[in-house]
């Protein structure tokens, strides 16, 4: 077969991080804002994997909840972009086109379009690849049950793409793709993927429902949830926000050390000076003493007003060695009580605490991680009428790791700290200074 070019020109997000991960990975999860391009990016892998596939017929499928909708938004992609392979067969009754055949006496590949409301037409067969599409909308069943086994016979691939919709198989399907490096997986906010201009993100907010705006362009699994701490939207808010040294000066500043409990979290450690989160560091594999050492090297860069330090786990080892240098640590406790009845405990605490700072216009580093971290944490009431925070076990099977970066930053509102230079000229104990939420 000659060459062919493909007349599609990707933008440079999928050209440079997108497609080069499709092409690596056997199955990926791609969770993606609104207008973000992911039915012409993944039409057009379909379309390339055909073309470069040297086994007898292959068959690929586009997969959209209902067979209407997927003949709708694909179907005139599919036959555009191969518009210009000579020799093409178009079938319109049953939504496929044919590419012609490499192997004398075999059909050529075809690339098939599908409803999830036909399922029988996906039965029986083999497929060396499949997208799934909106798959918050198609039953867990079709993927178990169907497209699974028909992908075994050829080693075919398989892509979920689709926009939040709640926590339910697209939702499941992201958890899994987190915790398999064998899976590919990616998010894009709106204000992250540089698809659409500011100004018409500005408008499109306008037109929307808060819940609309935090899950078709801020990619929030929990937008449908009232008992999310710190929304999607006031961390994207918060993201956003620029604090200069001037604005910041004179006021304390803290360091939040969460430090790694288990093989696969990470050391972070967070300053924060006022309403400034100037920045997170990350480590992992450190033992204690290593641990010890980078947060002897943040207190010497910030020579900072406090520093807090989780008590779990590690985190005692790196408190002894550091109290036993003479640096002045205090440990933090987040099952210990809180200092506000309304909490259940100092974790509860600490990071409504943190909400209330964002809230009173705290800036964050623009981080996907942190970002995806502290938008995910769902609080309830015990019986005895005090808040509560989910199990960071939970979290973890959320987002596919511990939220060590959030822990970092809730960190830094353990207790209420004035400047070093203000409580020794007022010799003032910390302890019995009425905090501000700076």
Not at 102 to 122: E, F, N, Q, S, T
Request: charged content about 25%; aromatic content about 10%; proline content about 6%.
């Amino acid at each position: 077969m000659p060459r062919i070019v493909i007349p599609y020109k990707p933008r440079p997000i999928w050209k440079d991080v997108i497609h080069p991960a499709l092409k690596k990975f056997r199955f990926a999860v791609l969770v993606c804002h609104r207008r973000f391009g992911k039915t012409v990016g993944v039409v057009n892998h379909a379309i390339k994997q055909a073309i470069l596939c040297e086994l007898p017929a292959p068959r690929y499928s586009y997969i959209a909840p209902f067979r209407n909708q997927a003949k709708l938004i694909a179907w005139e992609y599919l036959k555009h972009y191969t518009s210009v392979i000579p020799n093409l067969k178009i079938n319109e009754s049953e939504l496929y086109v044919e590419l012609p055949s490499k192997h004398k006496g075999w059909a050529g590949a075809r690339i098939y379009i599908v409803g999830a409301d036909h399922p029988d037409a996906l039965r029986g067969g083999y497929f060396d690849g499949v997208v799934l599409d909106e798959y918050a909308q198609i039953k867990r069943e079709l993927w178990d049950e169907v497209v699974r086994p028909a992908l075994a016979d050829r080693n075919g691939w398989a892509v979920f793409v689709g926009t939040p919709s709640g926590q339910n198989q697209f939702f499941d399907i992201y958890q899994r793709a987190l915790s398999d490096p064998d899976w590919y997986s990616c998010m894009y906010r709106v204000d992250e993927s540089g698809v659409i201009q500011p100004e018409e993100i500005e408008d499109m907010k306008r037109d929307m429902t808060d819940q609309a705006i935090r899950q078709e362009l801020y990619c929030d699994f929990s937008a449908s949830a009232s008992d999310i701490v710190i929304p999607i939207d006031l961390v994207t808010e918060s993201c956003k926000r620029e604090i200069l040294p001037q604005q910041v000066a004179g006021q304390p500043t803290v360091l939040g050390v969460d430090v790694a409990r288990f093989g696969d979290d990470s050391t972070v450690i967070t300053s924060r000076q006022g309403l400034h989160g100037k920045w997170q560091k990350v480590f992992r594999g450190l033992d204690t003493m290593e641990a010890a050492g980078k947060v002897i090297e943040a207190i010497n860069q910030e020579h900072p007003d406090a520093v807090y330090i989780d008590v779990g786990a590690m985190g005692a080892g790196v408190i002894d060695r550091l109290t036993h240098l003479g640096y002045d640590i205090t440990e933090v406790n987040f099952a210990g009580a809180a200092s506000d009845e309304r909490y259940a405990n100092k974790r509860a605490e600490i990071y409504f605490q943190l909400r209330s700072w964002m809230q009173a216009g705290g800036a964050i580093p623009d981080e996907p991680a942190l970002k995806s971290e502290l938008s995910v944490v769902e609080y309830h009431f015990t019986p005895a009428g005090k808040i509560q925070l989910e199990p960071k076990e939970k979290i973890k099977d959320k987002i596919g790791k511990s939220p060590d970066l959030a822990d970092s930053l809730a960190l830094t509102f353990a207790f209420p700290v004035m400047p070093r230079d203000v409580l020794q000229s007022k010799k003032l104990s910390r302890v019995n200074t009425k905090y501000k939420l700076y």
